[in-house]
Structure formats: structure tokens, C-alpha cells
């Protein structure tokens, strides 16, 4: 699933444009198909075809895993959820077997919603808090200092890694980077958010910030056969890496299971909890 610097870097192409396509900026739909209707969340598809016609795409950006495209007079968000993708090309070429969306816009370009496995979900509505709502602060919001981080961390008494995931909690952060995080704060992802010092939520602090902006400035990471053009995961420091040596002490890194999901972690630099031992 992408998670935030992923996202990002979607959103900024979408925004910005590349060598192969324009950017989105100013574009006026001039028509829509729903190619499989469980992938559009809101409204039906009748609506959504007639409500979005006409409409220009005013802004691009990013709430927690979601893109938000501010249109004239609605919001199209969009989660990519595991498999999902957005993609501009041209209007001529082959719907491929996998789109589920498409919008034509103007001067001949496409903007599709492609996604393989059918969880990504797209919803057109006047409000894009109708959506957003429930999702926590932006884990890079300057406006999240340490010390309110430290006060969420001392309200909850959860392990630490799936608190991290929680989309109410922060919103953006994943398997991925919550094990990157984790392991470059030094903090066992089984540890409670109430049981670290003051100085180890700063650490903890500090570390979202280096992780996330790393990925954003990597293009995210291209693990997943659907993903292409990030390089963060080249620099993986446990994510992956089991069995291979810690980059920070030459312990190998292990692989365990936290809340159901896959979780790497060097043993020596992130020690056990007392709390998680039997």
C-alpha cells in the first residue's frame, strides 16, 4: 500500500506535470466513465458522470494517504488503498484491463484510475471533509511539535507500531515507514506509547521527520509491482532486510509479527520491552 511520501510524490506529478505528461492544473473534464462501479465510494455513477463534466481541476494535493483534487465546484479524492494508481495518458491509447475510472480532459489527455486488486476508492463530493475527517495530524506539520507528540504518546497505552499506523493517531504512516521510523528511534515497536520518556518521543519525533522527508525526496519506494520511479527502497535500514546485518551495529535484523503485520527490527539497537517479555 503507499503510504505518505508515495502519495506525495503522485500528487506532485499529478500538480507539476513530468517529461511524458502535462500538468493537471487548469484541465477541464470533458467526460467520465466508471469502468467498475465499487471502485467509486460516492455518489452513483450516473451522478458522478454528469456532476464532474465541465468541471477544472483547481488544486492537487495530500491528506494522510488520500490525493484531493479541489475541482470547480466539488472534490475528487482518491485512495490508492493496495494496488491503485493514477495515471495520465493520452485519450487514444487502450483502456488497459485494469482501469476503473477514467476522466477525459481537455487537449487529448486521460487521467485514469488504475488498480488491480479493486480496493482503491474514489469519491466526488462538495466537501472533502466528508472524507477526511477522522484522519489524525500531518505527521510533517510543523504545528506537531514534540512535546504535543509526547501528550498523544502519554494519552493512549498502545504498542507502538500499530499506534503509529493508526490513520486517527498520524495520518499517513504504514508498515513500511512505521518499521523504518521505529528502528531510527531506536524504539521496539511492541514498546507502550505511555511507557517513553519525554526524550525518547523527540527521538521518536525527529525520526518521523528524517524518515518521511527522506522517501518524499526518494520519489517513495518501488517494491510492489505496481509502483515505478521511487528509489527509497534501496535505503531501507529493516524493512526487507531479514537476516541481514543492522547498518548501525551488524546485528541481523529479524522479523516478527505485530498486530498481524510483518515487522522488522534489529534486536540490539531496539531491545525487547519488559513489558512485551512472557
Known amino acids: 500500500m503507499p503510504e505518505l511520501p508515495e502519495v506525495q510524490t503522485i500528487a506532485s506529478i499529478l500538480r507539476q506535470g513530468s517529461r511524458e505528461q502535462p500538468s493537471l492544473l487548469g484541465k477541464q473534464v470533458a467526460g467520465a466513465r466508471v469502468l467498475w462501479e465499487r471502485s467509486l465510494a460516492e455518489p452513483e455513477p450516473e451522478e458522478f458522470a454528469q456532476r464532474i463534466v465541465g468541471q477544472?481541476?483547481?488544486?492537487?494535493?495530500?491528506?494522510?494517504?488520500?490525493?484531493?483534487?479541489?475541482?470547480?465546484?466539488?472534490?475528487?479524492?482518491?485512495?490508492?488503498?493496495?494496488?491503485?494508481?493514477?495515471?495520465?495518458?493520452?485519450?487514444?491509447?487502450?483502456?488497459?484491463?485494469?482501469?476503473?475510472?477514467?476522466?477525459?480532459?481537455?487537449?487529448?489527455?486521460?487521467?485514469?484510475?488504475?488498480?488491480?486488486?479493486?480496493?482503491?476508492?474514489?469519491?466526488l463530493v462538495r466537501d472533502a471533509q466528508l472524507v477526511l475527517s477522522g484522519l489524525g495530524p500531518e505527521p510533517l506539520d510543523e504545528r506537531l511539535t514534540p512535546i504535543e507528540l509526547f501528550d498523544k504518546l502519554q494519552k493512549r497505552r498502545r504498542r507502538l507500531k500499530p499506534l503509529l499506523m493508526d490513520q486517527s493517531f498520524l495520518a499517513g504512516i504504514g508498515n513500511i515507514y512505521a518499521d523504518e521510523i521505529l528502528h531510527?528511534?531506536?524504539?521496539?515497536?511492541?514498546?507502550?506509547?505511555?511507557?517513553?520518556?519525554?526524550?525518547?518521543?523527540?527521538?521518536?519525533?525527529?525520526?518521523?521527520?528524517?524518515?518521511?522527508?527522506?522517501?518524499?525526496?526518494?520519489?517513495?519506494?518501488?517494491?510492489?509491482?505496481?509502483?515505478?520511479?521511487?528509489?527509497?527502497?534501496?535505503?531501507?535500514?529493516?524493512?526487507?532486510?531479514?537476516?541481514?546485518?543492522?547498518?548501525?551495529?551488524?546485528?541481523?535484523v529479524q522479523r516478527i509479527i505485530v498486530a498481524q503485520r510483518g515487522t522488522h527490527l534489529c534486536p540490539v539497537c531496539q531491545p525487547m520491552p519488559a513489558e512485551a517479555v512472557d
Not at 484491463?97 to 469519491?123: C, Q
Not at 526518494?218 to 505496481?226: L, T
Open 56 to 123: 477544472r481541476v483547481e488544486e492537487i494535493t495530500r491528506r494522510g494517504k488520500f490525493i484531493v483534487i479541489a475541482l470547480s465546484k466539488d472534490y475528487l479524492l482518491f485512495h490508492l488503498r493496495m494496488s491503485g494508481d493514477l495515471m495520465v495518458e493520452r485519450e487514444a491509447a487502450p483502456l488497459l484491463p485494469h482501469h476503473r475510472l477514467t476522466l477525459n480532459l481537455e487537449g487529448g489527455w486521460r487521467l485514469a484510475f488504475n488498480d488491480p486488486r479493486k480496493f482503491g476508492r474514489a469519491w
Open 184 to 252: 531510527a528511534a531506536r524504539l521496539h515497536p511492541l514498546r507502550l506509547s505511555d511507557s517513553l520518556t519525554y526524550a525518547e518521543a523527540e527521538r521518536l519525533w525527529h525520526s518521523i521527520r528524517q524518515v518521511l522527508n527522506e522517501g518524499i525526496q526518494r520519489n517513495g519506494a518501488s517494491i510492489d509491482w505496481v509502483y515505478r520511479g521511487g528509489g527509497f527502497q534501496n535505503y531501507f535500514r529493516v524493512y526487507q532486510r531479514t537476516g541481514q546485518p543492522c547498518y548501525v551495529c551488524g546485528a541481523p
